[in-house]
């Protein structure tokens, strides 16, 4: 079990004061495996080092969400020595890191603050690292300015710039997809054509926390023959967050005569992932957000993109304040269509958790999960 000292959680504050620039955010990474009952991750990045504070995490595939905190033994080319064994416990059981899974150092600041008119980028999945911005405090975090992970999770289908051709699926959890109007667990399906040479049928939208809607309509092509609007996804995961999602892409928009190809009737691009780990969260007064993508707007007959889902937040504090409406992870909209066509589904919005001892305040968008915890010793990682 990865049994954690008093307040290691929060980290030591060893990397001191965060207080960025404008910037993307660049972890220390890398793709990896590992054993449930071990100190061992098989992971290759030469800027790894003993006492960095890693967070591991299913992105997809098998076990895909189980995520935890560990720490950084040793490591020696291609192998991370944990301190603590991997989770071998918890609601969602024992379970092993395989292919899909990414490793991240998870910085250890001193209190941090993303000033007012800062805005730090999460870095893009490129489909085997990224998507996530994950930070220790182990004192306050004050953002007055903008910490954001939009559109940095699973990818929006493509249309397609020949003719007659369907949209692909949005990226999901099993980051597989295919050209179908039906979606594939949570990512919106992509529209068909409604006949040869006439406008295409819209992308669905993608899901995380809420269904993705299916693709929308205007008169002329709801009840035309010869195609199929894509459909909107499933949502999955769990309201706690004990296993953790970036948002579904929207599907891509299907196509008449061929007028589009590249971003044209695309789907949105799911939102990613945000951990913050802070021993106090001041009033958030400028934003924290994984907004979904909106779909891409049709060219010509093409329909339009669903629109991407909105990722997850987790945050635990011993007392914090999220704010008004300022801690989001807000749907995508569907793209419109072209000349002819119709538009794409919007995508499903995400999920927010707070876990806290003694206190937490403020509104979410969606409204927030949130369960008081004893978070200054103990167990703790994703499956608590």
Not at 75 to 104: D, F, R
Not at 228 to 234: C, D, K, L, S, T
């Amino acid at each position: 079990m990865a049994q954690w000292l008093e307040n290691e959680q929060f980290g030591d504050g060893s990397d001191g004061n965060y207080a960025p620039s404008t910037s993307t955010d660049a972890p220390i990474d890398s793709a990896c495996t590992g054993t449930a009952g071990t100190k061992s991750l098989t992971a290759t990045n030469a800027s790894f080092a003993a006492g960095q504070m890693i967070l591991i995490i299913q992105t997809y595939g098998s076990g895909a969400g189980y995520w935890e905190l560990n720490v950084i033994d040793s490591y020696s080319t291609g192998t991370i020595t944990t301190k603590y064994p991997l989770n071998t416990y918890g609601s969602s059981g024992s379970h092993s890191y395989v292919t899909g899974a990414q490793v991240l150092v998870v910085p250890q600041y001193a209190n941090g603050l993303i000033d007012t008119g800062v805005t730090v980028t999460g870095k893009a999945w490129n489909g085997t690292v990224g998507g996530i911005i994950a930070k220790t405090f182990n004192g306050t975090l004050d953002v007055p300015g903008s910490l954001t992970a939009y559109g940095k999770g699973f990818a929006g289908g493509l249309a397609n710039s020949s003719n007659n051709s369907t949209g692909e699926q949005g990226r999901n959890i099993s980051n597989t997809y295919s050209r179908t109007y039906v979606q594939n667990s949570g990512a919106g399906g992509g529209g068909t054509v409604r006949l040869t040479n006439e406008g295409g049928h819209s992308g669905g939208g993608g899901a995380y926390g809420q269904n993705g809607t299916d693709g929308v309509f205007d008169a002329l092509y709801q009840y035309g023959p010869g195609g199929q609007y894509g459909r909107g996804g499933v949502a999955y995961g769990s309201a706690d967050m004990t296993t953790a999602f970036f948002g579904s892409g929207g599907g891509g928009g299907g196509v008449g005569d061929a007028q589009g190809g590249g971003t044209t009737g695309r789907g949105g691009y799911g939102g990613g992932l945000i951990f913050l780990f802070a021993r106090n969260l001041s009033p958030v007064t400028g934003s924290i957000s994984v907004n979904g993508q909106d779909g891409y707007t049709g060219a010509y007959d093409q329909a339009g993109g669903g629109g991407g889902a909105g990722g997850g937040i987790v945050i635990k504090t011993l007392s914090g304040d999220v704010g008004t409406s300022k801690v989001t992870a807000a749907a995508g909209a569907g793209g419109p269509k072209g000349t002819s066509g119709a538009a794409g589904g919007a995508g499903g919005y995400g999920r927010i958790r707070v876990d806290y001892q003694d206190s937490v305040s403020g509104t979410t968008s969606p409204t927030l999960s949130s369960g008081k915890a004893r978070l200054s010793s103990g167990f703790f990682g994703g499956v608590v």
